[in-house]
Each structure stands twice: as C-alpha cells, then as structure tokens.
C-alpha cells in the first residue's frame, strides 16, 4: 500500500451567490486516521469533501497534503479513492471490469490489472462475483464494488460521501463494521461524510461536526456525546434533555427546575448567570415520585424490548425522556398519567452556555 498522507485544510471559504456554504472550515486527517464530516443537510459537510476532492473551488483558503498545495489541482491529479452514495458504476460492465477502470486509465499492464483486481476484490469479499454485471448485485454488493474500484490503485486518502445511506438499516450496520475493519487493515485515511450520529459514533476515531458552513466542535466520538460544547451538538449528536438553569447565590451549585444542583469543584461552567443544564435520556432512571427532588407525569411510553422510553411533564412544565433497560429502580413500566420520579446523577449533567 502506498504511504499514507497527512491532509491539511486551511480556512476553507465557499459562497454560492448571498448563501454561504462554507465559513472558515479548518481540520487536519493524521495518517491512517478516520474522520467523519457530521451535520444536517447543508451544513457544509458535502462541500467540504467535494473542495477536497477537487469538484468545488473554493473562493479561498488552502488543502495540503503533506506541505504540498493541492487547491487548484484538478481531481485526477490529487490522486484520492472517491466512494459516491450512488456507487456510479459502468452498467454496461463487469465487476472486474469496474474495478480495472481506475487501472486502465492510468496505463497500469494488463497482468498488474488483473492482480490487483483481484486483490481487492478479495478485500470486499466480492471474489466470485466478478464476471456480474452490475444489476446483478444487491445494493449491499454494488457498494463494495465502488469501495473495491476506489482502493484497486492505493489511494492515499479515501473519501466515502454517505456510502451507506441508500442501504436498509440491518445492511448498513454490518458494512460500518466491514469498512471499520477495512479501515484498520489497509491503514489508509477515511475522511466520511454522514448525517447518521450512530454511524459517526460506531466508525469514526474523530467527528468534526458542521452548522451552518462551519465546525462547531472536532473531538472523539465519547468526548463529542458526553461533553458536548454547545446546545447544538448536544441536539445533534444523540438525544438530549435541556433544563434552563442558573448560577446560585451560593458556591459549587445551581438552581434549576428540580431545584439546586451541586457540581462540585471540578466543574467547568460556561461564563454568565444563565446556563442550560442537559442531562442525556439514558442516564436518567425513574423512581418512585417521593424518591427524587423532580417529579413528574408519564404523558407518552412506548415499549422497545431491552429500552422502554417514557416521555415525562415535569411539574414545571418541561417534557423530559426517559431511557432504561427495564426502568433501573421503577418496578414495572409506569402507567400514562402516572406520577413519577426522576434520579439525575451528579456526573450525568452536561453543563451548556444559555
């Protein structure tokens, strides 16, 4: 396999007449790494792999590799595996005969191409499938014919825009570990784009999450969903309850719904009076209504096998969800209209600037 570079994108800036796609977008893709783009639809995250893919000029800014300018290069001289969500392959052709395109437009010898196809359709388990054409090929198995044509003549970097997102949810699941795996294997650098929060939490090694043509925070999946920045990613990245709260008159707590919450000396609080307190369904646990400081009515459940999800109307007016396995310390499943408690853990609380 080819050595794997270190990608580098400066101050990235795109209009597109008064609408701006792109605000300043800055990251950098280690060697080996897996990066996802994470962010709703037009936040920039497309944008941002196409600018390095070389589609879309940026109006200004810089993409790098390794120190070497790469902005004004054309696509095929960036030399980057490019995996479309809509596969793109050549209808009139083989599978084999689509993963030696690459090959062939590069002049590689005909006894090359066929050892490297069949390399790397060994890679994506596709070996037997070879003289298919594709509509003979499941969803699931034209998607590992475009991943297999994009490594075929080792890439050194690897851009997958939403791969998975035209496949069911049980095909999907199994390819993230399949292309985790791949990943792992091959070394070489995924930069992803998604919308899907589960998959940016079970693929990546670092999510850069988008709004409005920025990053807004980059960090690790587990740093991104238990400490999240602002209220955005924590409403974006998993589902999340907010509570308006405030600093109180007294050191090391503050006053909210379910009344003054400490948070000790280690806390890192966000400046001014106003604060958001969220606190993630999961880690939550219902109890009985006089166990718990904040109490409240069951106005929705629904039962989910291993979760049951029980939306409660706090006595302040607030709708706060419930998630556990089996309802931690209630016996049973509560009944709609029924009063209810809810236990919130010190260390749980996710504390947000207003």
């Not at 091959?186 to 999450?209: I, K, N, P």
């Not at 880690?283 to 999800?309: C, E, F, I, M």
Request: neutral net charge; contains cysteine; glycine residues 8%.
């Amino acid at each position: 396999m080819t050595s794997v570079g270190h990608l580098t994108v400066t101050n990235l800036r795109k209009r597109y007449g008064h609408a701006v796609a792109l605000d300043n977008v800055n990251f950098s893709l280690a060697p080996g790494e897996f990066l996802t783009l994470l962010g709703p639809s037009g936040s920039g995250k497309t944008t941002t792999l196409m600018a390095v893919a070389g589609f879309v000029q940026v109006d200004a800014g810089s993409i790098s590799l390794d120190g070497r300018d790469l902005t004004r290069l054309p696509p095929e001289r960036r030399e980057f595996g490019i995996v479309f969500q809509g596969y793109a392959l050549f209808p009139h052709m083989t599978v084999a005969e689509n993963v030696a395109f690459p090959l062939q437009v590069r002049g590689v010898s005909s006894a090359e191409r066929q050892s490297r196809v069949r390399a790397a359709l060994d890679r994506v388990k596709l070996s037997s499938f070879a003289d298919r054409k594709p509509r003979q090929l499941s969803g699931g198995q034209q998607q590992r014919v475009a991943l297999a044509r994009a490594l075929v003549y080792e890439p050194r970097l690897l851009l997958l825009d939403e791969p998975l997102s035209a496949l069911d949810r049980k095909l999907r699941a199994e390819l993230q570990w399949e292309l985790r795996t791949l990943h792992r294997d091959l070394g070489v650098s995924f930069l992803y784009v998604t919308h899907d929060q589960e998959e940016a939490l079970t693929m990546s090694d670092r999510v850069a999450v988008f709004d409005k043509g920025s990053i807004v925070q980059c960090g690790t999946p587990d740093s991104l969903f238990e400490r999240p920045a602002t209220r955005f990613v924590a409403d974006f990245f998993g589902k999340s309850n907010f509570f308006p709260a405030r600093m109180s008159s007294t050191s090391q707590s503050v006053e909210w719904e379910g009344g003054k919450l400490d948070y000790g000396t280690g806390a890192s609080l966000p400046s001014g009076d106003q604060l958001t307190v969220s606190v993630r369904p999961h880690r939550l646990t219902l109890v009985k209504a006089d166990a718990a400081p904040l109490n409240g009515v069951v106005t929705q459940r629904s039962y989910a096998g291993t979760v049951v999800h029980c939306l409660v109307r706090t006595h302040g007016g607030t709708d706060v969800l419930v998630e556990s396995p089996a309802l931690r310390g209630y016996s049973g499943i509560p009944d709609m209209g029924e009063t209810v408690g809810i236990h919130v853990d010190r260390d749980a609380v996710i504390f947000l600037p207003q």
